[in-house]
């Protein structure tokens, strides 16, 4: 299949990419976060499609994306006034809420689960493509399983070209990781932490949510954490110091950082924005390895160090450099 790049500046590709996902198919849309893999809400055989073009797990389940704050009523039940809350200070805009999935809403969508992940996006281009689709849509991130999140249409070719319909290109995305999701269940917790920090939302709802880290053993609140996640085939590998870095890795690899530090390492900008498309880059440069210089700034950033920490912590897919031990 070619898989057509429509233009998100020009109102007929946006039509275009609705009538495709009104007639079942899959097509990749921008958001502020990162773009996404959309299917319409209630086909059950596209949000199949999507589980087998991402090499995604069934039991991963999906957020639901709405254009408007107010059809979150469509998909979800026994709405609590905290989300309702949350979402006038946060929607449209990058933070997820888990709530109780309405009847209406397939099972496949929550792998099964009695809740539902759903958020507003921000970008009004892509709101107006849900609202010409007709019904909320079904958006895992538009990589393959395992892979950084795109953040750009090139990302996505990358990963799902050739498998997919369309991507509606609006260019970069401008906060680069991931919603924060946090659950409002039982238990309110962050179970994936993002730019909405728990600070934020403490200032809606009274009190800091705990950010519940998980690991593969352990039953987590939002099954997606337990898979590996946002990692390059580059090992990458946090370091406190430079010193860490063998003199013989100077020129073979990569070192990430929030400031500029000189000579004679290959180094770049680290940043929410950027650091997906360096994973991607030091892949495409066959990079021995992505050292991440973890300075007070970025200790102190809980989302940025939830996608380092599970970089970090996978093991590289395929041994493509051949040095690699
Ligand atoms: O920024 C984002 O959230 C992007 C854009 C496209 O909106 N989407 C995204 O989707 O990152 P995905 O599928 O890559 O990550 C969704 C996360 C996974 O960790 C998943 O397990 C969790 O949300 N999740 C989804 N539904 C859930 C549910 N009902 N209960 C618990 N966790 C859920
Ligand atoms: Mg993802």
């Given at each position: 299949m070619t898989t057509l790049r429509?233009?998100?500046?020009?109102?007929?590709?946006?039509?275009?990419?609705?009538?495709?996902?009104?007639?079942?198919?899959?097509?990749?849309?921008?958001?502020?976060?990162?773009?996404?893999?959309a299917a319409r809400i209630g086909d059950e055989r596209a949000i199949e499609q999507i589980f087998q073009v991402k090499g995604r797990p069934h039991?991963?389940?999906?957020?639901?994306?709405?254009?408007?704050?107010?059809?979150?009523?469509?998909v979800a039940t026994r709405i609590p006034p905290i989300a309702w809350r949350l979402f006038e200070r946060f929607a449209p805009g990058p933070l997820t809420l888990i709530l109780e999935r309405a009847a209406t809403v397939p099972a496949v969508v929550s792998a099964g689960l009695p809740t539902v992940a759903v958020r507003v996006p921000s970008p009004t281009v892509t709101c107006a493509l849900i609202e010409r689709v007709g019904e909320a849509v079904v958006a895992p991130s538009a990589n393959r399983s395992g892979r950084p999140s795109p953040t750009t249409a090139e990302h996505v070719f990358e990963d799902l070209g050739g498998s997919i319909a369309a991507v509606l290109d609006a260019g970069r995305c401008s906060i680069g990781i991931e919603s924060t999701v946090l659950n409002v269940v039982g238990t309110i917790a962050?179970?994936?932490?993002?730019?909405?920090?728990?600070?934020?939302?403490?200032?809606?709802?009274?009190?800091?949510?705990?950010?519940?880290?998980?690991?593969?053993?352990s039953q987590p609140i939002a099954p997606g954490m337990k898979y590996r996640h946002y990692a390059p085939a580059t090992p990458v590998i946090l370091i406190e110091s430079l010193d860490e870095i063998p003199?013989?890795?100077?020129?073979?690899?990569?070192?990430?950082?929030?400031?500029?530090?000189?000579?004679?390492?290959?180094?770049?900008l680290l940043s929410h924005q950027t650091l997906y498309d360096e994973?991607?880059?030091?892949?495409?440069?066959?990079?021995?390895?992505?050292?991440?210089?973890?300075?007070?700034?970025?200790?102190?950033?809980?989302?940025?160090?939830?996608?380092?920490?599970?970089?970090?912590?996978?093991?590289?897919?395929?041994?493509?450099?051949?040095?690699?031990?």
């Open positions: 429509l233009d998100a500046s020009k109102p007929d590709d946006i039509e275009r990419a609705a009538s495709l996902l009104r007639e079942g198919k899959l097509v990749a849309i921008p958001t502020e976060t990162v773009y996404g893999l039991d991963n389940p999906l957020i639901v994306h709405c254009a408007r704050i107010e059809d979150i009523e469509r962050i179970v994936r932490p993002g730019v909405v920090t728990a600070d934020d939302i403490a200032e809606v709802i009274g009190f800091q949510p705990p950010i519940v880290e998980a690991s593969v053993q003199p013989e890795m100077y020129c073979d690899s990569v070192v990430l950082a929030t400031k500029p530090i000189g000579q004679p390492w290959v180094a770049r994973f991607r880059r030091a892949d495409h440069e066959q990079r021995r390895a992505i050292y991440v210089l973890l300075t007070p700034d970025v200790r102190g950033d809980d989302a940025l160090m939830n996608r380092l920490r599970k970089a970090a912590a996978s093991a590289p897919t395929t041994d493509t450099h051949g040095s690699n031990q």
